[in-house]
């Protein structure tokens, strides 16, 4: 066990002075410092009459599973212009942002495509591919640094979903800079331009799937694309938009998330090299050190929800119309839930983060992910046992959604 390696660790502030910091590059480089200076305030903080943090482990739980607080759908954007961007407007068209009825229609519809079963077939598929780009990083071992981000975290889930949807690997990475730029829509918005690059990236994804699905329809294909068109176009309760927006959803999720928890997860490894070579050298160990890499630094910051009625949460009113910022990152250093928080500790009994949200909106994909991580990470740890890192990873400006931008490493120090 390891106590945390933040270099602002040691920075003290108060609450007011965090929560100015933390949508400012440096908060969003390193948040956990001010997340430990709000806790001061509780687990329930109110943010004035527009909105209210929640930081708590067994509140966020409340929040997620209470259908009083919404999810982010076309109705609860219907005053704050969001509509109006082609980011949200896809967005509002995917179950994750959908509220009853239209969420349990469309989780129906691509329920199966994210099914126990399905995943673990797909081990194999993540394996293939995790030992293609692992053995192109020897080829690129010239002695310096090499990219881990760009070269592996982001390659192995791109290949991975992109053979899934049947999309040709000559187009796969052509479409990673739109991915993560959809991501940004998940951002606080303090100025609607703000939107301009998700809106672009959206535009993008949204016409290659489009393209995609009619292509299916003139050539039928045994893909996840092909097959949601047959589902849809024999009659399952659709639009064609919806599809589409199936679809956009399928492949954002199978390569943001992973790709970030890649990424994280190898740099918890390479910190930890005593437990990492356990690990390597037994499957069964995989699991654990996954799923506290997720608790100890979560690639899902934040969720959003909107009050529907005015709500008595903890004896803090939360107003209708209000949101709530739902801190995943937060809860998953509770240190009422969790003994030593800031600790990396492998061996945590009963450890179950946050990280893909809880209760009816529970992200369906979070198998998927994790599948991806538990197969990816050893199997380059294995081909790379003296892998370091050859600089700090620089993170993406962002943390709703936070990854790592860029992660130089050497592979044969």
Known sequence: MTAIDHQSAERVMGPSEALSELFTPAGKHNPYPLYDALWELGPVIPLGPSGTLVLGYDEVCTALRDPRFLVTDADVHRTTGMNEHSSWQCFTKIMMFSNSPDHERMRRFAGWAYSPREVTERRQLAAKWAEHWATRLAELDEGGPVDLVENFAVRVPISVTGE??????????????????????????????????????????????????????????????????????????????????????????????????????VRLALQHPAE?????????????????????????????????????????????????????????????????????????????????????????????????????VPILLRHFPRLALADPPTFRDQLVTRGFARMDVTLNP
């Open 164 to 265: 899934l949807l049947g999309i040709p690997e000559a187009d796969q990475m052509g479409l990673r800079s739109a991915i993560t730029a959809t991501t940004t829509a998940f951002e606080p918005v303090f100025d609607r331009d703000e939107l301009l690059p998700a809106d672009a990236g959206m535009d993008v994804l949204v016409g290659y799937l489009a393209d995609l699905v009619r292509e299916r329809r003139r050539r039928p294909g045994d893909d996840l694309a092909g097959a949601m068109v047959r589902d849809r176009d024999a009659g399952a309760e659709l639009s064609e938009e919806e599809l589409v927006a199936s679809l956009v959803m399928f492949l954002i999720a199978g390569v943001q998330s992973p790709s970030d928890a890649i990424g994280n997860t």
């Open 276 to 376: 990492s070579r356990e690990m390597t050298a037994d499957d069964d160990l995989v699991p654990a050190f996954v799923t506290e890499s997720l608790r100890y630094d979560t690639p899902n910051h934040v969720l959003t929800r909107a009050a529907e009625t005015d709500i008595d949460f903890y004896g803090h009113r939360v107003a209708a119309g209000s949101r709530a910022l739902l801190v995943l990152a937060a809860a998953n250093r509770d240190p009422r839930r969790f003994a030593d928080p800031a600790t990396f500790d492998v061996a945590r009994k009963d450890n179950r983060p946050l990280s893909f949200g809880l209760g009816p909106h529970y992200c369906l994909g979070a198998a998927f992910a994790r599948m991806q991580v538990e197969v990816a």
